[in-house]
Structures are given as structure tokens and as C-alpha cells.
């Protein structure tokens, strides 16, 4: 059974940072891309970031070019998602996802497994 476990999310001023980790088991997580969704209070859940399988491509949301960064270690078996400057428009509840197949894509109907979410809070 597949599971994912994020980890890092927080309280933080306007400007500030955080890194948020995912921890995957029960597939072997080299052979898969990863994503990162987010969802606001009274919003729909909205694509972050996504990376490939070995890491060599990734894809962002506009809203976030340029201030996050998609990370993995497969040797760790975990995806990061380093948020700089932060805005309060980032508050929401951030989760790491498994897509069905191999390829990287932004459409959360792709995604098969999902973590349990991780509050992340920024303050103005």
C-alpha cells in the first residue's frame, strides 16, 4: 500500500521560508513522479509543482515561479517543496501526491495517492 507522509509545514512571516518534506512508501518511488498541490479555505485544491522521475524535469504553477524549488532524493525515498518568500496568498494546506503513471503532470486527476496534508500559514 502506497502511503505519504508530509512533514515541515508551519507558521511564518511574509518573507520568510520553509521546506517541506514527503516521505513515500510501498512503491518504488524512483520510477514515479511526484507532485505538490495546495488547497485554501473555500478554494479548490490547485497544483504547486511537480517533478520527474529522476528528478531532470519540473514543472510550477505561475503563482510560484521563481520562489519554490521541487526536490527529491531517491535514495531517501522523500520530495521536498523549499518555499521562499513567502506570501500570506501561500497560507493553505499543502499535499504531496503520487500520480497512477510515471510521467509528471499538474492535473491532480492523475494522482492516485495523497498525503494527509501539512498547514502551512504565512502571516503579513
Known amino acids: 500500500q502506497v502511503q505519504l507522509v508530509e512533514s515541515g509545514g508551519g507558521l511564518v512571516q511574509a518573507g520568510g521560508s520553509l521546506r517541506l518534506s514527503c516521505a513515500v512508501s510501498g512503491r518504488t518511488f524512483s520510477s514515479y513522479a511526484m507532485g505538490w498541490f495546495r488547497q485554501a479555505p473555500g478554494k479548490e485544491r490547485e497544483f504547486v509543482a511537480a517533478i520527474s522521475a529522476n528528478g531532470g524535469s519540473t514543472d510550477y504553477a505561475d503563482s510560484v515561479k521563481g520562489r519554490f524549488a521541487i526536490s527529491r532524493d531517491n535514495a531517501k525515498n522523500t520530495v521536498y517543496l523549499q518555499m521562499n518568500n513567502l506570501k500570506p496568498k501561500d497560507t493553505a494546506v499543502y499535499y504531496c501526491?503520487?500520480?497512477?503513471?510515471?510521467?509528471?503532470?499538474?492535473?491532480?486527476?492523475?494522482?492516485?495517492?495523497w498525503g494527509q496534508g501539512t498547514q502551512v500559514t504565512v502571516s503579513s
Open positions: 501526491a503520487a500520480p497512477r503513471g510515471t510521467w509528471l503532470t499538474p492535473d491532480p486527476d492523475e494522482y492516485d495517492y
